[in-house]
């Protein structure tokens, strides 16, 4: 992310809709695949320039255009040229730093939102922006092509000529990318709630420095999951009112229960959050404890050691007339002494349940 | 839960309405339980399968169909096609880690919520999602069948020809349901606040770290009940607005009255959470104030020793010229000292209530 | 209210409006006591039975009737036939765990809410359960009847016959109860903050555990005000808003200043709680201090004591060719030594301010 | 306000509309000051009864009268039957601790509020309610007397024949009084804010027990001023969204600007308030450093001194056969193994930075 | 800012609309900007006085006329007389303690907000005062003057006869100029960013009383920013949704568009604020976890060497029947025995973990 902060503080100044891009770079060219279904057929192809502006007609197949890649700003003026896209638009989707939104211009929909998947083991959640054009009979989806997408499922249900979504609209694609997305959200979850196990079971065997750093670590996931998913959930909730005219009545019950699964995921996070912070009050409440525990030791040793090296120092002085040099029983006497109050302290720390 | 997170990462990218089961799984099979009546007659029954769709015809009977067990797709599918119930609905009642909603699908009513009851001794809180499709003239509950359910009471009342619930619909039906299930939540909130005071004595007898554990399991049993709580009142709150067409008018004061429980149960369960987090600064202010008494304890001794075993060394000093040692009185003078110091250090910390 | 819990956990799986008393138990037997009233006129008089039903018939005079009692399960059952209250009515008003709350049943207004006194020295807050029904031309309230009850103001306000109370109608008589009802939580809140003081005071003389203990039973106190009186603020917010026709013109603005009295209520009831959680952060650093001050201590004395009783040792050993032990000065010398040190200790820490 | 407190509970069950003074008593008598004014005329006067009602008719002049003492109750009792002041106004003019808040009685609007000013040197803020009865062309304010007020420029500007005051009607005097008041709530907080610099100089220099006592004496005057400028904000909100037919079109603009003051008082309050609380903390974190660096303290000393004193204790045994005893160099090697120690020592706390 | 409120202070009871400069002295004189502009031609000049009000006339083209520095009062007071502005908004363009707002006057908006610019190094962020009179045909902008402007890619973009500003009326400028002083806030949040990782670098590697006041500095400039951004974001939202008639459909798509951006210059805020307050945590886990390890290193030393102190003390002592003294081997054997109670403590404190 500070890279995207950074590169905003480059931009600071210019003039809206000028297109620059903003995040981590890819060296590999850009990606354009077309898929072009209805009911009875599908036509797939990848195509590496927009000549002819593609699939641009009234036309009763529906059009899918993924884009791998958006920082080639050429491509995306194109693309914005052919099918009207506002530069605004254009300046977010390259802007890779987007907050989840949904932008009504009429003719199209504007959608942006974060693509999450685990990262490898070790590496933190990979995430990638996501923007998609939805028109009347046209969705474009532009990705940050970083690391490949979670957009399988949704390819291979388009090849069965069964599935709903070959036989309605882009907004019912809509709906289905964004399902996979949130589902998404499930398995990164999971992974975080194992994550929070370990990091659980850590805190009860070995509480250390270290493991409070994994505590914020896990939090400071979480929190940029709430900054992703919070404004996920009024995204779909404002698709799911039909506030716009292309989302047709059938598929607003499926988005209601999309809507439903992004409250689920917020609800999930809110309870491992919960969980997390309840972890720090446990990792302090188990310091102090050990720090009592060892002050316990330390008080213990001192109080039975101090007097007894108090009686031995006094029988090391070298007064002449000390009497009890010369008396016979005075050693075992003593020594005798000195066990009875070793043995009186042993028996008031058991008392005071200092053992 | 974590089984339920599990199975619904494996679910990642299916197709919306898709029929898989998310949660426990349960060997015994899906068992059905009929009841028809109304003000004069009853007839209750078990059946296998559901051989001519059970009782489809309007009628002026009510029937109950009571489904035990949800982990058999083929059975839910049948009573989709039955009873025109939506792919979205049977998926969600497969998967059992629903947030407790209401949905309005114009011909029936689909609730869902969490069916909670007492855990067997040391064990956590029994919890069961149960779902309800309440059309003009039945009703029909989901278990999942995990271990008995709380609708005895309602199966007793049913069979009372006076009673109210014989000459209502299936919401007054409904109404019931719901009932016994937010009176096992006062159960499970009075065994709560049970365990709540013994940790409260442990905490006073003898605070340990184990306590802390405690305080955190009872803290997150809470959260747990809030979460099946909170919109619990919000589904009850709807029925009771009549947003759908299936609420008489009579019901709706009940309905009222069940709202009332509902917000009853929320502040207790508020009540409580203030309890258990009370207790964690008290724990906190006991251990420090063991601290402050072990190191006042310690600081007396070393206080009271370090300067009499420094006296009883300088008269250890093999000095050849120590007048001292060869003065009569030496001995005693130096003992009358040592006592005099030592009174004084006492003195000296009663009067800083130190002891 | 443990005692309460239990009762409606038994309830548990009850049909809706089953009269069962849910509370403390009392022995003495219901008490009724009837007052009619118009400008002219004022009678009162106990009476034992619900004979004839009492005053019922449409009357320019007011009748009050004050249930003294409400662990009758029969004489509920009389008064809900006499004036048709509805069954879910009379179980709340058996039911002595309700939260606050006003009920428009058309005919008449159910009113439920917490009578709160000073408890006796020593003892916690006083909290009774007191339910009003108010009609056309009666109001009947209904208390626990444990301990007397705050109406005495009323009763003898009634006597005076230019008092507004007797020229209007039952709900100018709802009002004034209310009012004392509202009066007595600035009694119970007076006492409270006076507890309080006391515990501060504690707090400064000498911080123990016991004044933590006492710190969260004022808290629990406060907590259970604040549940009592904040539907207070939403009931008497409706009343005022005229949600029912039975409220008339001229008590509208009665009730508004019956509001701005439970806003004062929570807003005084707000800042002894910001004072209370103050108390515990002051508790908590006062004695991190007394651990920083007892520490200090022992470290001065460990300082100062540690190099001396080193020296004191040195001059103890036994070897045969220590120089020292021939040379004449050297006992001066060291004692000399030893002074320095002590005293060069003693500045260093006054300059670290440690003394 | 605790005096405040315990006269309302005195007025316990008292009829609504009682007039009976709530509040610090003040011996001196009540003093009313008339000031009748209209664009070219102004007529100020002391008088020291309510004869003739002072001015009541339909004018064109616009009357201030200033009272200045509630205390006495039969002098309000006069204003209430000259003016047609509602019994529950007049109650609420006498209890000063209301709460801010505007009333609208159609003829007249009741405002009350507190008017606060810097407290003399040590004392905390001096606050004081003041109330105003604003009708078509007059205006009453009634304070408490106790020191003096703010209105002074207000005086100076009515002197002035060019002030728009002179040529508006008793709404924008009241607009000219809020402001004043207001503006005294900068005056209190930039006092406040210097007191919040002294403590934290305090905090810096030598934090003891004491600074956190002032922290929290701070902290319940922001919470006391908050507590009167909140409801402060609405009363001028509601006061600017003209709900009253007696405020001119000419004076909202005004009012919004007032409104933006006391967002801003607002807004100041809670930075100081962050401040605080944030200094809290500080103390915290600087108690636990130095209980960190005494102990480190104490751990070096002993860590050095307890080997050491080991060692002589060694060469302080009488055993007859010590071979040590009689070699020549035992003794200096003994001292330099010693010296050994304790510079590895040093070197040790250097390392581990502790030195 | 607390010369600012000194200054308000001092202005405490002046009528409102008198004009007094409230905030930091710039000794330079104000300097007037003149630009007219239309899609073909560009007139850009300095003057120093306001003679013949300038531009006043309804014309095509845009004034935009930038003063800057607003100390001198009668400069304003030209303005004032020139462009018919309120006495209230000079008085607000003079404070410059302002809260951003937006007030809609019908012939003209006026606007006010902080310009914020990343502070020299070492300093603090650099905060100044804008306030904006927009027109239909003109924007007049003051700035308080003290350190230059962020306005430079606006007088460039200005220059470009193909930019969208020149074809657009000042409602398009304002969002220009609004726009860089959004994308300023980005470069300050960068650079708060970066000094967050110093001093969480800091923490890490040498935590001390400093680093909390480091923390503190950082919260109280995130608090100032949040101030700031806060309502600016209102401010924003109400432009874009239209509420004047001055802000042209055109420009509304813009405005949305910087709204998201206030929208994002939060939320990256927000993150900081919880990255901030989680390091307080960490500095008091990791002060508490040292204090542990210095307890552990005192407790292990005394441990060890007591007992063996106490030994060495016991063959010390004078008796002269302690018949140890004359045994052969007792001088090896206690060696040896004292070696077995070091290695011992040794291995139980490996066991404990505790080395």
Redesign the interface.
Same mark, same amino acid.
């Given at each position: 992310m500070?890279t995207a902060?950074?590169s %905003? !503080?480059k931009? =600071?100044?210019?003039?809206?809709?000028t297109l620059m891009h903003i995040g981590r770079e890819r060296s590999v060219a850009t990606q354009i695949e077309v898929t072009e279904y209805d009911a009875s057929h599908l036509d797939h192809r990848q195509v590496d320039s927009l000549a002819k502006c593609l699939v641009r007609k009234p036309s009763p197949t529906v059009s899918w255009i993924n884009v791998d890649g958006v920082s080639e700003v050429d491509v995306l003026r194109e693309f914005g040229a052919c099918y009207g896209i506002?530069p605004?638009v254009l300046?977010?989707i390259l802007a890779t /730093?987007? #907050?989840p939104?949904v932008?009504d211009y009429g003719d199209y929909l504007y959608v942006v939102l974060k693509m999450i998947s685990p990262g490898k083991p070790g590496e933190e959640i990979h995430s990638e922006q996501v923007s998609f054009i939805v028109g009347a009979d046209y969705l474009i989806s532009f990705q940050e092509g970083l690391d490949g997408d979670?957009f @399988?499922?949704?390819r291979t #249900?388009l090849k069965n000529e069964k599935? %709903?979504?070959r036989s309605t609209g882009p907004d019912f694609l809509l709906? +289905?990318l964004l399902?996979?997305v949130v589902?998404?959200y499930?398995?990164v979850?999971?992974q975080l709630?194992e994550r929070i196990e370990d990091v659980e079971d850590d805190l009860i065997a070995?509480p =250390?420095?270290a493991t409070?750093?994994g505590i914020?670590r896990l %939090? %400071?996931q979480m929190?940029?999951l709430h900054?992703v998913v919070w404004p996920l959930r009024e995204l779909v909730g404002s698709l799911q009112r039909r506030d716009s005219e292309l989302i047709q009545d059938g598929t607003v019950?499926?988005l209601?229960?999309?809507y439903?699964h992004t409250?689920?995921v917020l609800?999930?996070l809110?309870?491992l959050r919960?969980?997390v912070s +309840?972890m720090? /009050?446990?990792?302090?409440?188990?310091?102090?404890?050990?720090?009592?525990e060892?002050?316990?030791?330390?008080?213990i040793? @001192? !109080?039975i050691?101090?007097?007894?090296?108090?009686i031995? &120092?006094?029988? &090391?002085?070298?007064?002449?007339?000390?009497p009890?040099?010369?008396l016979?029983y =005075?050693?075992p006497v003593?020594l005798v002494v000195m066990a009875a109050i070793a043995t009186g302290m042993v028996v008031y720390f058991k008392r005071k349940?200092?053992w």
């Open positions: 500070s902060k950074r %905003r !503080t931009k =600071a100044g210019m003039a809206p809709g506002h605004l300046e977010d /730093d987007q #907050r939104k932008e979670v @399988a499922p949704i #249900r599935s %709903r979504l709906h +289905g399902d996979v589902d998404n499930f398995v979850l999971e709630s070995n =250390a420095p409070v750093h914020y %939090r %400071r929190l940029f900054k019950i499926y209601r229960d999309l439903d409250v689920q609800d999930t809110e309870t919960d969980t +309840g720090i /009050d446990i990792y302090l409440s188990s310091t102090s404890n050990r720090l009592n060892v002050m316990k030791v330390l008080t040793i @001192a !109080t050691f101090m007097p007894l090296s108090f031995v &120092g006094w029988y &090391g002085m070298n007064f002449k007339n000390m009890e040099y010369d016979p =005075a050693y003593v349940r200092w």
